[in-house]
């Protein structure tokens, strides 16, 4: 994949967003592993702007991992500053799963319970509607089906 071409701008924007990151991917003395790429992948997937520490001394080196992490990823090189370097890459977008089965969540429906006397002011109660439940007429919470009852316990009663 070619690296991502940004404005000055842009890339002055980046720089800006990931002064308060700390660096997700460590790469160590083995150098640039399929482990690190695969590693440095998953964090571009999973928040886009990256920061990545190298414990190497060797500027030449740095500076090529950055280069090949660039290329292969598919990222843009934001900032080499001593041993950090800091990549981006836009996120995709991501599926919202619809669930079918999902029952209606809690309503609140504000109520007046006027007074028997004529002249006092009606009371507002607020009431909590979960989704197997439904409000009546008169203001009372119910539920939307009969609580099913066995043939044993009706016999009972």
Known sequence: ???????????????????????VVMVGGDGLTAAVKKEADAALNAHGLIKIRVFSDDRPAREAMLQTLTDELGAAPIQHIGKLLVL????????????DDRMPGPRDFKVLKYSKRGGQRPEVKTLRVLGNQRLTAGGQVKR????????KKQSQS
Do not use: F, G, Y
Request: proline share 14%; hydrophobic share 30%; aromatic share 2%.
């Open 1 to 23: 994949m070619p690296q991502i071409q940004l404005t000055p701008a842009q890339r002055k924007e980046h720089r800006a967003l990931a002064h308060h990151l700390n660096p």
């Open 88 to 99: 981006w890459r836009p996120m995709p977008e991501r599926e919202k799963s619809v669930d």
């Open 144 to 151: 939307s089906k009969p609580k099913q009852i066995s043939v």
